[in-house]
């Protein structure tokens, strides 16, 4: 009975022979017809768009992937949707090519496609009421910053009891020698604390704020009052007591340029590079303090060069985000526009200037910054803690206490050791407790300890195995719940649809288009070869450019050039007083490549101006002139014709052309491949004017 004629014949001529049919059968029947009905509105209210290679696509799936890759403004305009429908072809060609080639079977895309499930499932696996709170009680802690000391003693998470026992008693009897007897908290740091830094510094962690500190550390830093001792909190590395010293509005963020002059780490003061480094960016400072530009000095000077192309300037940053040093300058800087004296950092000199400050962002604008750090923080424990709670609620968690107990009593000293095996449990087949429809045994606890344990210096077996059980607990209910993701939300499921396809996308595509490319060099030189055309060197200039700190610099340097002195020969000499008499660039520079070059047509006399300006320019030394408060001239060398580039010159290019050859050929035989049927009255209807 595949159609409603078909049942509805069925139960006409059923009743005309059996008046007397049952109520039962009438429902039946009925319920059929209810779901054909609802099946055919269905299909009415969501027409299929196109088959491609025999699937369907339908107008809704369609439209969703249309709206989520444009933007919130997105248009239905003729054009557009024909443009990105030809788009959505091609990419489901791929797509089914990929699995025709059943590239979703391997072991690599399988494990890739489970590691993107995992960090989709993240924001559906956690409690979002404690998330939420958590979010907001990080941003209140980054409105104060804290300065606090600390104590701690070592022990591990898993340590025996008498070791946990051994470590808090003596944490709580430095701290009776503090509070009691008086004794300095900054020398007791030093004789007793196994933080190797409280050596030097006594303990003094100096100034952090909100998410700089282990979460538990953090909590207890913030909530004692200044000059109190807290009593021992335990971290992942401890027993810690914490002095808390002073709070403070936080000092917000700065934005800062930089001049900075390299000094390699461990280079000794009195090391000659050390030295040149400490007298380079002295000289730079005297520019600074005379009124030269400051972000001239730092593109011409300075060694960071990621921040040198931009005048010097650097990221935003707040409390604990540079070195101390750097820290320290930058916020001492009191008024926009303030440059601070040479000071030394872990990384060389530094020349700072002060751009501008501003508080702590909005919450909305730190929002998501904070949400990603605390899934990487021990604080997004609590959040999943409570996820588990409704897990278990959820799904009826029940535990065989008696089985559990008997189970890790079992345990000996293989567990500690990592060397449990599970054929040591084969006695045990008692369930430990049950999840929705399944139940878990004591054997299969037994099979995840074998996978999941790690050689222990020291433990206790029971409490060893007790701390794994809870983990086993823990995350057989998060897998429970994650398993039925699919089911319970539609986008989670749209979602792992999209990365799935893009997956196989991908490694289809590498292999077919950009892997090709690489290594087929046949390929590659045929191609460019047909096309060199395309990738010409426009004309250009070889020339050395000579920039000098003054005139009479120059005139030396001119000098030792005469007497074809080589160039780094000519640098050391001229440079020996200050690393800032001399620069060198040599190089073929085409029109706009470069500033000085650029000018050569204004202060070098030529023939005749018509035609290319590099052609006019005379061969040898130009004159002098200025440029960027320094006394220029450049030897040029060479005019070059334009020329096709090098194969090995324009291989960035050429390559990517290659693969845009290659995809398009390979498109073209999919469409032949695959048949595309495309129901247009369907497309006109997503098409809107």
Partial sequence: MDNPCQIRFFFTFATLKNPTINLFMKKLVLVCLCLINLTNLKAQTDPVLMNIAGKPVTKSEFERVYKKNNNKDVSFDDKSVRDYLELYINYKLKVQAALDASLDTSATFKNELMGYRKQLATPYMTDTTVSQQILTEAYERLQKDVRASHILIRCNPDALPKDTVAAYTKIMRLRDLITKKKFDFAKVARDSSDDPSAKENGGDLGYFTGMQMVYPFETVAYTTPIGQISMPVRTKFGYHIIKVADHRAAQGEIHCAHIMIKVAPGVADNDTAAINAKTKINEIYQKVKAGEKFEDLAATYSEDKGSAKNGGALPWFGTGRMVPEFEKAAFALKTDGQISEPIKSSYGWHIIKRLEARGIPSFDEKKAELKQQISRDSRNEASKDAMISKIKSAYKYKENIAAKDEFLKSLDSAIVAGEYSDTLAGKFNKNLFSLGNSNYAQSDFAAYIVTHQTKRSSGDPYNVGNAMYQAYVNETCLAYEESRLEDKYPDFKNLMQEYRDGILLFDLTDKQVWS??????????????????????????????????????ASDVRKLLKKKTPATDILDKTNKESQLNLSVKEGKFISGDNDVIDTLQFVTPTKKMAGSIFSNLPKGLTANFSNNNQITFVDIKEFLQPMPKSLEEAKGLVTADYQTYLEKSWIEQLRKKYPVQVNDEVLKSIIKK
């Fill in 516 to 553: 090709r490319a690489v290594k087929d060099t046949t390929g590659l030189e045929t191609f460019y070869n047909s096309n060199k055309t395309n990738y010409m060197w426009p004309e250009r200039l070889h020339a050395v450019i000579y920039s000098c700190a003054s005139e009479s610099i």
